[in-house]
Antibody, heavy 121, light 107 residues
């Protein structure tokens, strides 16, 4: 129901855009997050985008704020992660996840299979 | 940011054992805690939310409890498919934060 794409090998300082194509649910009804996992490491939340009904605003982790931008196209049921000024430490598998709201607080119930990003010269 | 600390980092157990993983938050998160299971090369799987509510389809041998800053995940009788890495995550406030993970290994 979530499928990430767009990963690959990129040089430091360059940009990459990841896509998360969704199906099986009404995309516009859900907030979406991106979570990453560096090789052999744990999970790190990257950021999220609210539903357009709540302004479609975004929040980011400090490690990516100012470099990464999350957007959404409800007409296509796709979420995006634009990554600029990439650093070697951004090397990771990037997962998109769906928020499931519970009394105003959202857990992450559905995860894509992930797309690998390698930042290296 | 709220720090999440899991213990132990690694746990060795036999099939049929009862095991418990602990997750501590650096400040109160009420009951806004989730647990995920991740197997090698796979995406995390959503197990438990609001500290103790099992996601649909998760076997009843999994249970969670806790409030405030201390939480536990218990597996009552380990099955071969339960050997994996488990993560806790607070969703009380942004930025969301995860524990460092607990790797559950077969003894």
């Amino acid at each position: 129901q979530l499928a990430e794409s767009g990963g690959g090998l990129v040089q430091p300082g360059r940009s990459l855009r990841l896509s998360c194509t969704t199906s099986g649910f009404i995309f516009g009804d859900y907030a979406m997050s991106w979570v990453r996992q560096a090789p052999g490491k744990g999970l790190e939340w990257v950021g999220f985008i609210r539903r357009n009904a709540y302004g479609g605003t975004t929040e980011y982790a400090a490690s990516v704020k100012g470099r990464f931008t999350i957007s959404r196209d409800d007409s296509k049921s796709i979420a995006y992660l634009q990554m600029n000024s990439l650093k070697t430490e951004d090397t990771a598998i990037y997962y998109c996840t769906r928020h499931i709201p519970v009394a105003g607080h959202d857990a992450l119930d559905i995860w894509g299979q992930g797309t690998r990003v390698i930042v290296s010269s | 940011d709220i720090q999440m600390t899991q213990s132990p980092s690694t746990l060795s157990a036999y099939v049929g054992d009862r095991v418990t993983i602990t997750c501590r938050a650096s400040q109160s998160i009420s009951s806004w805690l989730a647990w995920y299971q991740q197997k090698p090369g796979k995406a995390p799987k959503f197990l438990i939310y609001k500290a103790s509510t099992l996601e649909t389809g998760v076997p009843s041998r999994f249970s969670g409890i806790g409030y405030g800053t201390e939480f536990t995940l218990t597996i009552s009788s380990l099955q071969p498919e339960d050997f994996a890495t488990y993560y806790c995550q607070q969703y009380y406030t942004y930025p969301y934060t995860f524990g460092q993970g607990t790797k559950l290994e077969i003894k």
